[in-house]
Structures are given as C-alpha cells and as structure tokens.
C-alpha cells in the first residue's frame, strides 16, 4: 500500500498534472470570489472537457477546484458580507464584522490559513479513511442523522446570545420556510398561496444571499460611508491573522476533525458544518462578548472546517459511489466520464488513482491559500472604496447568482423578500444565523425522522449512537447557562463587578420587535389553518415550527413583561425606501430584459447617486455588463427577455 501511495506521489509532480492542477486552482478561485456560484457550477463547466483526457491529469484539474472553492469563497464573505457560498455563510457573521472595523487583512489572512491547514488535515482523514470508513459510515442510520440535525439546531441557543427567544423565534421561522415544497413522507405539497415557483422550496443559494447579502448592502448606504469603519492597516493585518491562527492551533484541529467527520456523512452540506463548528466556538469561548461582532476565533472554526468537509466529502463518494455534498455529485460525474467506476474498484484496481486524488487536494489547499494570501493585500483595499460605488455593482452580482439557483424570475422575488425579514431581523437584532440553521436543517430533519420512524419504529431512537449524540446536545443546552450561573454566584460573592451589572441590565424593545412579534404570531395562526389538511406526516415539521415560533413569541413577550424594560429607538424608514428600490428593479428587470435593466441600472446608480464621472460610470456599466454575457455564455445561461421584446 505504502508503495502505491509514493509511487502516485510521483506522478503529481509531472508537468501534464501540475499544469492542469494550476488551472482548476485558478478556476475555483474566480469561482469562489463570484458569490452565489459554489462548486456544482464550477465542476459543471470543466466537466465537458474531460473527455479524452488522461485520468490522473484530469483528477488534478478537479482537485483544484474542488479544493479552492471553499477558500476564495471568503473574499465575498469578509468584504462585502455576501456569503460566497453555501460554506461560507457562518464566515459572514465575524469576517465582514472585522472588515468593517479595518481589519480585512486579518480575517483574510487568517481564513486562509486556516482552510489550508482544514484541508491539509482532511486530506489525511481522508487517507485514514480509505481504511476504515467503510464500517464507520455505513453505521450511520437515519436515526443517527436525525440527532444530528437536532445538533445543529441546539446551536441556536449558543448563537442567539442574551435574546435566547428572539432566536428561536427566528430559528422556528427558518424552519416554517424550510417545510415549503413537498413533504418528504407524504409527497403532499405545502403552499399556502399556492405559488407555482414554491413547488420544489426556496433555493439555499436565494435564502443565504437574502438573509445576509441585502440587509449589509442596504446598512452601508444609509451610512453612507466605505466598508471599513476604520482605515485597514493592511501591511500589520495579513500577519496578525496568521499570528491568531498560530495561538489556537486546538480550535483548528477540532474544527478541522468535525467537518471531516461531517463530511463523510452523505446529505450533511457544508453550510451545515459551518454552523456546528461556529457554535462549537461560541459554546467553548470563556469570552463570548465579541461574537457577531468581530471576534477572529468565528473566522477561524468555520474555515477550518469547510475545506476538511470538502475532502470527507470524497469518501462516500470514492467508497460507495454515494455524493456527500452537491459538488461531489457532479465529481462522481467526471469520474464516471473518466471511465473510473467508484466502489470496491477504487480501492482494488485504481489504488493508484485513489491516492492522486488525496495528493492533489492537499496540495491543491497548499497551493490556493498561498495565491489567496497574496491576493488579501489588494483585494482588501476594497474596503476602503466609498460603498455607494460598490453597491450597484455588487448588486448586480447577487441578482445573477439568484437567478443561476434555478434560472428563474421567482428566484428575484423571493430574494427580496427574504431581504426584507433579514432588514427587519437586523434592525431588531433578531438572529439571522437563527433564521439560517433552521432553513438549512429542516428538510434534512424531517426526511431522516420519517426514515427513522418507518424503518426502525420506537427503536431508532435507542440506539448508541442516538444516545451519545442525544446527550451531546444535552451537554451543549445545559452547560452554558451552568457555567453562567456559576460565574454569576461566583461574582456576587466577590460583591457584584460592573460585568454582572451589565448582565442584569434592562431588556431592551423597540417598535420592529413588537411588529415583528405580533407579525409572527398572525401568520402562524393563519399558516395553522393553512395546513390543516395536511396528513399527520405531512404536518408534524410546520407544525413543530409553527409552535417553535408561538412558544418563543409568547416567552419574550412574558419576559418583556416581567423583567425591566427599556423601550429602544429602532429606526427603519430608509431602509424599507432602498428595499422599495430593490424591488423597482426586480420590476424593471420583468420590462427590460435582465441585461439592459442592469445596465441601466449601474449606469443611472452611479451617475445620479455615487455621481461618477460619466466616463468611468460607462465603463463600470460596460465591465458588468460584458461580464453579465460571459457567465451566460460559459454557463449556457438564458437571461429573462422582458416584456418589451415581445413587443
């Protein structure tokens, strides 16, 4: 084995494989930077020039995308707060937080680091595994995959602060959104409005970019001012980050082990990973006060995983022939197009091959965090440019990525909504990431409940593996507030310190809050007696949402009651006057065309509200447009006409 595993080293370094290891590192880097694409898209346009060629040289390619993909990624998530993808939307919290205080550097570099050594780190799990994953993976049940999921929504508690009810409430949310489309027991479809587009669910890519994206973008224009509230010392900030990693070296490898575990279960996203590994450093933080609002360590534990998720990832795929993530579902397309069979063969007769792919991605990781980290010092000067500049063009940009979800208009409507509960929930300080977990988790949930209840009956929930997790979700609630607890009677018994005063300060409520809750409350009422003709299967998750949501609601209005109270100012007027634009835009695009409504857009935007010379506002209208054509091009994109051509 050992020989096999030094002799594919060789063949690594031949000029055929590196140069076209070079090539996919460059492709998933562009990939990565352009939010809202991933790796399904990037791996679908090497897949038609596959053909022909040379097996090892063609895995090379593939390897460094998929490898690169999860660190350029950070880009749109430290500087602009746009998760560049799925994987990096929990980078977003802390990442673009840091950025706005002049520290991009920093969270680039950093991020950098860390996904170089997480994938470095997968890539030996994944050496390991080759061994031994076969009985590790296969011991998984849906039962198993359900306490899992129940994991990750245990992190909303962690993530949601002191306003432990708002985050629930925003949690049960996400889960409600997360139930729209067809029930996976049942096959019964759950629209309430009896929307054709809601038929399949909302895209992850149309949420994540809703939740996040549109609330910044919209914050920094009624500022009015750069990305950076303060200047970005970028010389002292790359080496700061790569200092921060140094200090933690037990955070990354712990993230590091969670996403590659993860990673091998099929069906667990990385967006998923994401999550757990930012609450597992929220949950093991003394300090916690930083958190959201620019705290390095939410850099670092997310980035270590993504890239070790991607290379679990590889496991069930080269094992089983079973995709443990969208991206490796397209792989095990060019695997196939290669003529390479995965299963028994890849260990048997492709041992060769087996272990060219695990080089790769380690170097691939090598390879891409190194050309990230020298691109961090320009790149994050970005943040020093006056937003109202950057918005049209950014915007633009996450119109396209909505649109790619499922090439569809009701992708731009259902942005904009989505946009608005994340305005509200921002002004509010609702959590997002709440709202997120909850999407993301509830289809997951349901479908491995159901599996669990019809396959294993009470049983499946008395297995080993149940339990261990069962009780590790005990431990993650329950904790905590003991620690706090006991840091509170530790304090009082020193005579109470300005900290435990600040702890015991008066709840804070504004005007969005009491909408938001007295919102909440009616449309679940209504969505109660929208699905009342749901079967019990059908629906027991929107229901479970929806009492999530009624439960939460009524706990913070009783606690509001209870405890003190200070009523906060929350202001909102030119925040819904930019989502009215956003949504004029939309409309404009359903006129237009998608081209030339963008373009007009961009050139009118930055003429009339960045007043640009009209020199340089053309060739930024010219540069986004042309780049509008080409990703329709590569990507045999259609683009919505608009009503006039028909005309």
Known sequence: ???????????????????????????????????????????????????????????????????????????????????????SQATVVDGFALAKKGQAARALSSAFLSSMIGGLLGAVVLTAFILIARPVVLSFSSSELFMLTLLGLSMVAVLSGKDVFKGIAACGVGLLVGTIGMAPATGEFRLPLEIDYLYDGLPLVVVGLGIFALPEI????????????????????????????????????????????????????????????????????????????????????????????????????????????????????????????????????????????????????????????????PVASLT?????????????????????????????FALGIIGAIGVLFKQANWSRPAFLIGFVLAPGAEAYFYQAAQFQGAEAFMRPGVLIIGALIAASLLLPPLRSYLKKRRQADESATHELQEDVAPLALGVIDVALLG???????????????????????PRLAIAIIVAACVLEIVRTVIKPMKWQIQTLSQQLLWVAGFFALIGSVM??????????????????????????????????TLFLMGMAHMLTLNYPTGMLAGL
């Open 1 to 87: 084995m050992f020989d096999v595993l030094f002799s594919s080293l060789g063949q690594l370094f031949t000029v055929p494989h590196m140069l076209y290891m070079v090539v996919g590192v460059l492709i998933g880097l562009i990939v990565g930077i352009i939010p809202g694409l991933g790796g399904i898209a990037g791996m679908s346009l090497l897949l038609p020039f596959l053909y022909g060629m040379e097996p090892s040289v063609a895995l090379g390619m593939l390897m460094g995308l998929v490898a690169v993909i999860p660190t350029g990624d950070t880009f749109a998530s430290v500087l602009l707060g746009i998760p560049g993808s799925s994987a």
């Open 519 to 541: 919102s909440l409350l009616a449309v679940a009422g209504y969505m109660w007696w929208a699905f009342a003709d749901l079967s019990m299967l059908g629906g027991i998750m």
């Open 218 to 377: 919209i914050d920094l224009l009624v500022k009015r001012g750069a990305i950076a509230e303060q200047p970005c010392h970028l010389g002292k900030g790359w080496k700061e980050g790569i200092k921060d990693v140094a200090k933690r070296p037990g955070l990354v490898a712990r993230c590091a082990g969670i996403g590659s575990l993860m990673g091998t279960i099929p069906g667990l996203a990385g967006s998923v990973v994401d999550w757990l590994t930012y609450g597992h450093a929220v949950q093991s933080a003394k300090d916690k006060s930083q958190f959201g609002k620019g705290d390095i360590r939410g850099v670092i534990a997310p980035e270590s995983a993504n890239n070790a998720c991607a290379c679990g990832a590889m496991v069930p795929t080269l094992l089983f022939g079973i995709p443990g993530s969208g991206t490796a579902a397209v792989f095990l397309g060019g695997l196939l197009l290669l003529g390479l069979q995965p299963g028994v063969s890849m260990l048997e007769t492709n041992l060769d091959l087996t272990y060219t792919i695990i080089w790769s991605l380690a170097l691939a990781n090598i390879l891409g965090a190194a050309l990230c980290l020298g691109l961090a010092r």
């Open 384 to 412: 020093r440019v006056p937003f109202v500049i950057l918005a049209p063009l950014i915007t633009i940009l996450i119109l396209f990525a909505a649109y790619q979800a499922t090439r569809s208009l009701g992708d731009l």
């Open 591 to 624: 006129v237009l065309g998608f081209l030339f409504a963008a373009a007009v857009f961009c050139l009118g935007f930055l003429l009339v509200v960045a007043r640009m010379k009209p020199v340089a506002a053309v060739g930024l209208s010219a540069g986004v």
